[in-house]
């Protein structure tokens, strides 16, 4: 099952170039319903429309704490649109990961 994530510009990058291997969520009724359903992949985006940022990773897995969901990153298998967010980023995507 995929999870779809949209996340700030930042959180993004620095997933992509492997600094961030935990994505957070606030415990809410909306997440604690979303992230019970035993998802082993995420799609996420940075923006909005058709051409948008985006990466798939393999989650590794889901931990619940008191007051936030850790979504634990294993690897960074995919990434698209990545010279949308930042001209910078071409470096990363052609020295870090494959390209997709």
Same mark, same amino acid.
């Given at each position: 099952?995929? %999870?779809? $994530? ?9 997933? %992509? &170039?492997? =600094?961030?291997?935990? @994505?957070?969520?606030?415990? /809410? &009724?909306?997440?604690?319903?979303? $992230?019970?359903?035993?998802?082993? +992949?995420? +799609? ?9 940022? *985006? ?7 889901? @931990?619940?704490? &008191?007051?936030? *969901?850790?979504? +634990?990153? @294993? &690897? ?5 649109? $990545? +010279? $949308?967010? /930042?001209?910078? %980023? =071409?470096?990363? @995507? ?7």
């Amino acid at each position: 099952m995929i %999870l779809h $994530l949209s996340l700030y510009s930042q959180h993004f990058v620095d997933i %992509l &170039a492997g =600094t961030k291997r935990i @994505e957070y969520r606030r415990r /809410c &009724a909306r997440w604690d319903k979303m $992230l019970t359903k035993g998802h082993t +992949h995420m +799609h996420m985006v940075n923006g909005y429309g058709a051409h948008r940022p *985006w990466l798939d990773a393999k989650i590794a897995r889901i @931990e619940k704490t &008191a007051d936030n *969901w850790l979504i +634990h990153i @294993e &690897a960074v298998t995919g990434s698209g649109n $990545l +010279h $949308l967010l /930042c001209p910078a %980023l =071409t470096m990363i @995507e052609s020295s870090s990961f494959p390209s997709t």
